[in-house]
């Protein structure tokens, strides 16, 4: 069995830049869920994708996008990118529009200077 | 807003005694509640999930559910220098989309 796996792992960029991050999720895991966890803090919510569609969004703007392919991989796209925006990104899968257990990829870590 | 709280610690505890994390939650429609491990600069790994009241055993894991205390707790018995980590608390919250809502995590630090 293929856990959930990201790419890259670390990425520095500048504010006002665009980065895109990708999930491949666990096999057989339809769902995939973002989250953003900044230094000592839990993860927030950014939203989920399952079978292609964005199934919800937690407080994040516009600016925050993302989507899901058909092999239920998933991108994150973030535009005008700020400082604040540095953090830990954290994709998680699950099976199921309602999937209980989220299992966590190791994670993209954007520093944005 | 629905919130999860925790002690953000760090909580020490010596090799081979009992380490016990606790969680506290708002919203009482939640069934769904996990423990997470997470090790400095590493994504969480999920450890427990509990849905009923009651405990749940998993090795060395306990995971203690109280739903009319809105109250989520977990024991790590026989603890080992190799569980120092931050344990987060986390609570399922279905609506639209199946969101996990985390605390903010309680390190551990087990001495030897």
């Known amino acids: 069995e293929t856990g959930v796996t990201q790419s890259p792992t670390h990425l520095i960029k500048t504010r006002g830049q665009q980065v895109t991050l990708r999930c491949s999720s666990q096999?057989?895991?339809?769902?995939v869920s973002w989250y953003q966890q900044a230094l000592g803090q839990g993860p927030q919510f950014i939203f989920q994708?399952?079978?292609?569609?964005?199934?919800g969004r937690g407080n994040f703007p516009p600016r925050f996008s993302g989507l899901q392919f058909p092999n239920y991989s998933s991108e994150l796209n973030v535009n005008a990118l700020e400082l604040d925006d540095s953090a830990l990104y954290l994709c998680?899968?699950?099976?199921?529009?309602?999937?209980?257990?989220?299992?966590f990829g190791p994670g993209t870590r954007l520093t944005v200077t | 807003q629905k919130e999860v709280e925790q002690n953000s610690g760090p909580l020490s505890v010596p090799e081979g005694a009992i380490a016990s994390l606790n969680c506290t939650y708002s919203?009482?429609?939640?069934?769904?509640f996990f423990w997470y491990r997470q090790y400095s600069g590493k994504s969480p790994e999920l450890i427990m999930s509990?849905?009923?009241?009651g405990d749940k055993e998993d090795g060395r894991f306990t995971a203690q559910l109280n739903k009319a205390s809105q109250y989520v707790s977990l024991l790590i018995r026989d603890s080992q220098p190799s569980d120092s980590a931050t344990y987060l608390c986390?609570?399922?919250?279905?609506?639209?989309?199946?969101?996990?809502?985390f605390g903010t995590g309680t390190r551990l630090q087990v001495t030897l």
């Open positions: 096999s057989g895991h339809n769902t």
């Open positions: 986390a609570v399922l919250y279905t609506g639209t989309a199946s969101k996990l809502t």
């Open positions: 998680a899968s699950s099976y199921g529009r309602g999937g209980r257990e989220q299992y």
């Open positions: 994708y399952y079978r292609e569609e964005e199934n």
């Open positions: 509990i849905y009923s009241n």
């Open positions: 919203d009482r429609v939640s069934q769904s």
